[in-house]
């Protein structure tokens, strides 16, 4: 994602960004030509799409945050969001070390709430064993390519 001072032709210069920790992401680029800002706020859900499409923000990283709306953003408001019978909660599943190896390649910026959409999936699943088969198995699942 890149943003472009028009007036300039130039394209603008990452320069804050922000995760209050309600998911709410705030990001300023600057024009280093006329010197022009322009911030980006982005809702929860906004925020949860950017980071499922895989778009890291600016060049810094920060401490992972757990975003509590992964679940129903990514259910989609489904009926039985909330009914289904986990065996598992999502803190118990395990992973195995080439699953652990593969989530580290995930950006920083998104990596809790990766680590977090694959734990609650496999929960769901009631899989107590994360590995890269089942993380192929969700993400083609939950239709999140390029996690
Ligand atoms: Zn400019």
């Given at each position: 994602?890149?943003?472009?001072?028009?007036?300039?032709?130039?394209?603008?210069?990452?320069?804050?960004?922000?995760?209050?920790?309600?998911?709410?992401?705030?990001?300023?680029?600057?024009?280093?030509?006329?010197g022009r800002?322009?911030?980006?706020?982005?809702?929860?859900?906004?925020?949860?799409?950017?980071?499922s499409l895989?778009?890291?923000?600016?060049?810094?990283?920060?401490?992972?945050?757990?975003?509590?709306?992964?679940?129903?953003?990514?259910?989609?408001?489904?009926?039985?969001?909330?009914?289904?019978?986990?065996?598992?909660?999502?803190?118990?599943?395990?992973?195995?070390?080439?699953?652990?190896?593969?989530?580290?390649?995930?950006?920083?910026?998104?990596?809790?709430?990766?680590?977090?959409?694959?734990?609650?999936?496999?929960?769901?699943?009631?899989?107590?064993?994360?590995?890269?088969?089942?993380?192929?198995?969700?993400?083609?699942?939950?239709?999140?390519?390029?996690?």
């Amino acid at each position: 994602m890149k943003f472009l001072c028009v007036s300039c032709d130039r394209v603008m210069a990452f320069a804050e960004r922000q995760i209050p920790g309600d998911g709410t992401l705030a990001a300023v680029f600057v024009c280093d030509s006329c010197g022009r800002e322009i911030a980006m706020l982005a809702n929860p859900m906004e925020t949860q799409l950017v980071s499922s499409l895989g778009v890291k923000i600016g060049g810094r990283t920060v401490p992972e945050q757990p975003l509590e709306h992964t679940r129903t953003n990514l259910e989609g408001g489904r009926a039985d969001a909330f009914e289904g019978e986990s065996r598992l909660t999502p803190g118990a599943v395990q992973w195995d070390a080439d699953a652990m190896h593969r989530l580290q390649r995930v950006p920083a910026f998104v990596r809790g709430m990766v680590k977090r959409i694959y734990a609650d999936w496999a929960a769901e699943h009631g899989i107590p064993m994360i590995t890269t088969a089942v993380m192929d198995r969700a993400r083609a699942d939950l239709g999140l390519e390029g996690m």
